[in-house]
Each structure stands twice: as C-alpha cells, then as structure tokens.
C-alpha cells in the first residue's frame, strides 16, 4: 500500500500526536500505535516542571505539544558614582503564559540571562542579559544611572527601566514592548542629591522625594513552580550627597538595595530572580550587580515517557505508575589552573531501578550545577531520597597560593603532587552497590617536571600522572536508560605543566590542557585540569526517570 490512501485525506505522514490532541483522520493501525507509545488524547499523563538557572539544551518529548512557561531575563546593575546618588538597575523583563506550542522531538536552547555587572565608579550600569524560550524573549534589565562628575547619565531602558542618578530620568521599561507588559520604568533622579528606584515588573521605581534613595519597583509573583515566588524587583536607588541618609529599598522579587551614606553599600540583586541591582552613593561609588533570570517550564508529558530533568524541577506521578529506574549525577567539579592545575572530579553516580513511587505525589527534582575553575566542587543531584554528590574540585598550585584536591562524589586530583580526592563511600554503603565514585589518581613532581593526576571518576580511579604525562581521568559509567547509550561521570583530565602530552577523559569529562577543558554540561563530568586561565567548570548534573507501571 503506498504512503497516502484514496483522496489523500489519510496518510502515513501525519503532524505527530500529543496527550492533547490528534488532528486528523487516523487509520485505527496509526492510533493503536500511538496510544502504545503514550501520545494521544486521555492517555495519562505527568506533570513535570522544570527551572533553568544556567542556559542548556531541552528536548522536547513525543507526544508534549505546548507547556506553561515563566521566562526572567537578568537584571541590571546599579549606576556607579562620581559624587551623587545613582540609579537602582531595572529588574530583568517577566514574562509568563500557557499554551506555548512546542513539538515533540525538537532540542530548544533555553538562555538564562546573566545579571549586569557591577562597575567601577563613574560609569552607567550595565543591562542585564535577555533570557530565551522557543519563541519567547525576555529582555534584560536596563542600568542604573550614574553621577559623572559634571554631568549624570539616565537609567537605561530595557525589560524594566534602570534609575536615574542626580537630575536625570529613569530608562524605559517594557523595552522591547510585549503584551502583557514585561516591565516598568525606572524612577528619576533628583538634581544635586539621590538616585531614583529601578523598575521593577510589578511597578515602576520610585522618584525619591528626601535624601533618601529611591525604592525599587516591586516585582510579581508566580506559581508555576509549585510555590509561589516572586521575581523581578528592581534595585533601590542610591542616597544623598553629604548627609547621613539611607538608599532605597529594593523591591519585592530580588532587587538589592541601594547604597546608604555612609553604610553600607549597594546590595547586588538575588540571583536567578532577575532583580535589579541598588546604586551607589559617595560614600560606595560602587553600584551592585544585577541578579541572574530563570527559565521555568511546566507540561504534561506521556505516561510511558522517560523524563529527563537538565535542570532543577519537580514530577507528579501519574496513575498506574508504580515505580521508576532512575538515574542520578552530581555536578562535576571544576578543574584547577594557575600555574598548574589539578583535574576536577566527576559527580557522583547513583542508578537504581525499580524505586517505589505513589500516585499523585509530588516529588522534587534537584540537578547540581558544575564546580567552577580553581576550586569549586559540584553541587548534588536528589530525587525520592536518593543523593548523586558533587564531585570534587581540582586543586592548583601557584606562586602565591596552592589549594589541595577536594572529596566529592568523585576525588579531584591536587594541584602538585599526589591527588587527595576519596571514594564517594557515603553513596556505595547509602545505596548497597547503586552509588558510584573513586579516587583521583597520584601526581608526578621531580625537579621542575610536574604533571598532575586525573580526576575520578564513576567508574574508575584517575590515572597517575608519570614523568612524560598527565594522567587521564577516570571512566564514567554508560547507562541506556534515554535509548541511547550515554557516558556520566568521569573525571577530567590532568595536565602537563612542562609540555602539551596532557591527560585525556571520556564520559563527559574535560580534558586536561592550556586550558583545560570544561566536562560536559548535564553528564557531572569534571573539569580538565590547566596550565593557565583562571581553571574551568565540571559539567552540570543530570536525573532521568523512567516510568514502569
């Protein structure tokens, strides 16, 4: 038979199914196999939320055609100043609806905006960064106005507007205009004395009206991630010059509050809420950074889908679903670098199957970010009472200070000599068997020739390093649990601090280099360890479900 029957009005080629339509003529072949497969109208579903604090990649599951969405962009930050009170910085614009068509299959980049950076004095606020969803862009937070000495620089316009610094006016909010409105304007300054308030999505920032610094806009609440939250408050202004007086209150969402004279200084905005941050005074010429934005999606996904959580979210079991094989992997940790680096350790790894779950019970999932460079080790990974741990930070050694390898999930190796990272012993006793972890290997230090170990990993001990070579990080473990077999876990790479003959890793780890190599973002791969550069990150984390009923 060939692909269209009589009239072409059934096909073998239709627009695919979903848990909430399937428009169309279906043979009963074709909706038989799709109602197997978990992708047609009244099939039980799953709730799943997730939030994006870093940007990465979704793919979108068979049979999801639309989800509920919040996108924040990044606030800005708070003008810097000369003399004068500045401008608080405009919360990052807010955005939030339901029924956003998506399609099943497709891998979206998801932006998370990073707050404005705070600067030196005598300079405008930063904007914060745009965070982005399929067809969704919020905009980031405009900068605070500053005090230039002779002159004064307005708030910068943006999702909402920065405040103005003395005598000028607060930036423009809802810019670009969306509908609804992604934010407000920003307060104006006062000439000769203080800064007015950042927007914030709720309301707009507050011209002041004494010595004392604007506040910031209040920002707006949502539920979409199963509690309420509030995001997108913009910073406070700064206060007067020459007078005991206090900066404006941030607002309600995130945003910081402006500078006080004398104290204390400008309060940076409260990460990913994508609040404003406050603006400087004489007496803090500095203004504060912006808080970082936050991407949250909720949907219904099919009941017989493998879920696959990138990022922090929550699932609610759906009817007839019994129990889950489950995968979970700690962040990585980061590499270390200065003059020579040790390699990060991998997250880490626990797998189990057969997990006991209740009906209409909401579980919260937790996915660890990655350590970062020279010393940060990975955050855990959670879900239904089972822990993946971070894994450990590499270590440096440089002329001015030297940090030992740190314990972890998996051991990061030490920045000199022999690696001090420890087998992730909580989760194998924890989990009889179902845990994963090992040490980092030893480092090679004769004279001036010094390599360094690789990090652990889930599956394996890093290499040592020997006099010609870095050692290479400890395998992974690779699960099929997706469909396709995939790599978590392993430890990065050491370095060479006399050559190029670096260690190398697998199962998401970073290789060891000039700089290293950060691990792969979603697989707790470590960080490779470096001979320069300020070291690199160990690869997010990662839980999967899969639902049996």
Not at 327 to 332: H, Q, S, V
Request: charged share 5%; with cysteine.
């Amino acid at each position: 038979m060939s692909g269209n029957y009589p009239g072409n009005i059934i096909t073998k080629n239709l627009v695919r199914p979903s848990t909430t339509q399937a428009s169309g003529i279906w043979t009963l072949q074709q909706a038989l196999q799709a109602i197997k497969a978990g992708v047609w109208p009244g099939i039980p579903t799953n709730t799943v939320v997730l939030s994006f604090t870093a940007t990465t990649n979704w793919t979108c599951p068979d049979g999801v055609s639309q989800v509920d969405y919040l996108v924040v962009a990044g606030g800005g930050s708070g003008g810097s100043s000369g003399g004068y009170g500045c401008g608080g910085g405009g919360a990052g614009g807010f955005r939030v609806g339901t029924g956003l068509s998506v399609v099943g299959g497709t891998t979206y980049t998801v932006t998370v905006g990073a707050g404005g950076a705070a600067l030196a004095a005598n300079n405008t606020g930063s904007n914060g960064g745009n965070s982005i969803f399929a067809t969704i862009t919020s905009a980031g937070g405009g900068g605070g106005g500053a005090d230039l000495g002779p002159s004064a620089s307005n708030g910068q316009s943006g999702g909402s507007g920065g405040g103005g610094s003395s005598g000028s006016v607060g930036g423009t909010g809802n810019t670009p205009p969306t509908t609804p409105s992604q934010g407000n304007n920003g307060g104006n300054g006062v000439a000769g004395q203080t800064g007015g308030g950042g927007g914030g999505a709720g309301a707009a920032g507050q011209t002041p009206s004494s010595n004392n610094g604007g506040n910031g806009g209040n920002g707006t609440a949502s539920s979409l991630s199963g509690s309420s939250v509030t995001y997108a408050g913009g910073g406070g202004g700064g206060a007067r010059f020459g007078t005991v007086a206090s900066g404006g209150v941030g607002g309600s969402g995130g945003g910081g509050n402006g500078s006080s004279n004398p104290s204390p200084g400008a309060v940076a905005g409260t990460g990913n809420t994508g609040g404003g941050g406050g603006g400087a005074s004489s007496s803090n010429s500095t203004g504060a950074s912006g808080g970082s934005g936050i991407v949250i999606i909720r949907y219904l996904a099919p009941q017989t889908a493998t879920l696959v959580f990138p990022g922090t979210g929550s699932w609610t079991c759906p009817p007839g679903v019994t129990s889950v094989d489950m995968l979970i992997a700690g962040g990585g940790g980061g590499g270390g670098a200065a003059t020579i680096g040790g390699a990060g350790g991998g997250g880490g790894l626990v797998y189990v199957t057969k997990v006991a779950v209740n009906s209409g019970t909401t579980y919260s999932i937790v996915v660890g970010g990655g350590g970062t460079g020279n010393g940060g080790n990975g955050s855990n990974s959670s879900a239904i009472l089972y822990i993946g741990s971070g894994g450990g930070a590499g270590g440096y050694w440089g002329t001015t200070s030297t940090r030992n390898g740190s314990n972890g999930g998996c051991g990061g190796s030490a920045g000199e000599y022999a690696g001090i990272g420890t087998v992730g012993a909580t989760i194998q006793n924890t989990y009889s068997g179902n845990g994963f972890g090992s040490n980092a290997g030893a480092g090679y230090a004769s004279g001036s020739t010094i390599k360094t170990a690789g990090g652990g990993g889930a599956g394996a001990v890093g290499s040592d390093a020997t006099s010609t070579k870095g050692g290479n990080g400890g395998a992974g473990k690779t699960y099929t649990i997706t469909g396709v077999s995939v790599g978590y876990c392993g430890g990065g790479g050491g370095a060479d601090y006399n050559g190029s003959n670096h260690g190398s890793a697998t199962d998401g780890g970073g290789a060891g280099g000039a700089p290293g190599t950060a691990g792969t973002a979603n697989t707790g791969g470590g960080g490779g360890a470096g001979t320069s550069g300020p070291g690199v990150a160990g690869g997010s984390g990662i839980v999967i479900l899969k639902l049996n009923s």
